[in-house]
């Protein structure tokens, strides 16, 4: 390692800052001799501070844009939404008064309203603390409005047809709220006894050897005692991942990833892992690998006509199959590159016969990009292809994909 090229190129650590650094990680071993962790691999101390402070700082602000949702929605509450209550029973809210600084709601419950017994559906307060769910659906509500005609629009309304949105995406949110909540439970730190030196309030003191030490982590990391500290980051990572073994051996898995020698070779293996490849079609297999190659995160207008469904889907199954991977790698402080749809689109487009002009007038991006990235997609293609032996269905699929994009004027032979 000493006689490497990147230990060529790092820079030397003085032997002030060295002595302290060890001091550093002798004092913190010393300070957390029962650790779930390995407390004497500096790198996984700070790996999982740092993961498990951004997991937390996630779940809060899902929290808080739940709550800042709710609270626009009641103060734009008015006669003629739907809403339902945390009882479970659909109202609809009939009028809106102000008495001080608070608003009064009157509602009819939908499930008694009905013309022969419209004196039973009376109007009755509702706490705005106590509304669980905004319907899209309104109903028209005279002003002079009786309680028999507020009955009889109640009857009107058929829970079974009304659309919940905000339900919809309060569900979603529940479940990465509940996602997220499983990472941090399943982190080492959470059974360990020495959770309050790693995770308290005063760990960054200036006092605090915890503190000191994190402030201190990323200046060694660029130094040349650094390597090794990258080196048991990055090897922890394929761990954690499934791609590599305790031993320090590589998976089953491990093995046929290390052969890919491509941008972002863990999320396109992670995508091939999870079988969202399989079943795709040459040209739909080539659009998946399309962003993974364009790193730059500018987007870029197209004017297809729904001639890339196929793709779309494609790339929103594969984004939903990495996006736990990709969580991880931004917690750990790894790139992970934002993932655009426009070049799926354009080299489905290309791999599915489209001529080149027109592909010109559908992306609207410069030529020499274009060319670059069908390219590129195209040595991405040549490295599945390479998969004979672990993925032969797809390895196939991939050669075929090379063939459908590598022509005039792309390639000229």
């Known amino acids: 390692l000493d006689r490497s090229f990147a230990a060529y190129q790092s820079r030397e650590i003085s032997p002030a800052l060295n002595k302290r650094w060890e001091r550093l990680v002798k004092s913190i071993k010393s300070m957390l001799p029962e650790a779930r962790c390995d407390s004497g691999d500096p790198s996984a101390i700070a790996d999982y501070v ?8 996630r779940i809060k602000a899902l929290a808080r844009r739940r709550s800042d949702g709710h609270q626009t929605m009641l103060r734009e509450l008015e006669p003629g939404m739907i809403v339902e209550h945390r009882n479970g029973r659909i109202y609809l ?23 022969k017994s419209w004196k039973k559906a009376r109007l009755t307060r509702i706490s705005p603390e106590r509304i669980k769910h905004f319907f899209t659906e309104r109903i028209e509500i005279p002003e002079d409005c009786s309680r028999r005609q507020l009955a009889g629009l109640a ?3 058929n829970p079974a047809l009304l659309s919940q949105p905000q339900k919809d995406q309060d569900d979603e949110e529940k479940t990465e709220v509940g996602r997220l909540n499983k990472m941090v439970r399943e982190m080492p730190c959470e059974e360990c006894p020495h959770f309050s030196v790693c995770h308290g309030a005063g760990r960054m003191d200036p006092g605090s050897p915890i503190g000191e030490f994190l402030r201190f982590f990323p200046l060694m990391e660029r130094t040349r005692a650094g390597l090794w500290i990258s080196f048991r980051r990055h090897l922890r990572f394929l761990y954690d991942t499934g791609f590599a ?3 320090g051996s590589l998976t089953p898995d491990g093995y046929w990833a290390c052969n890919l020698r491509v941008d972002q070779p863990l999320l396109i293996a992670e995508a091939i892992r999870r079988q969202c490849l399989d079943d795709a079609s040459p040209a739909a297999l080539a659009s998946a690998l399309a962003p993974f190659v364009w790193d730059r995160g500018i987007e870029i207008d197209t004017a297809s006509r729904g001639e890339s469904d196929e793709a779309e889907q494609l790339f929103r199954r594969v984004a939903a199959a990495i996006e736990p991977l990709r969580d991880l790698l931004r917690l750990r402080g790894f790139d992970a590159p934002p993932l655009l749809f426009w070049p799926a689109e354009a080299v489905y487009m290309w791999a599915s016969g489209c001529l080149w002009d027109r592909l010109l007038e559908t992306v609207r991006a410069n030529e020499g990009d274009l060319a670059s990235l069908m390219t590129r997609t195209a040595d991405h293609l040549r490295q599945v292809a390479g998969l004979t032996e672990t993925h032969p269905e797809l390895a196939a699929h991939a050669a075929e994909a090379v063939k459908l994009i590598l022509r005039e004027p792309v390639y000229v032979d």
């Open 50 to 57: 740092r993961e498990r402070s951004g997991l937390r700082d």
């Open 93 to 115: 809210v009939c009028r809106v008064s102000v008495s001080g600084e608070s608003r009064i709601y009157q509602v009819c419950p939908v499930s008694q309203a009905d013309d």
């Open 155 to 157: 009857n009107s309304i």
């Open 245 to 247: 073994s305790g031993g």
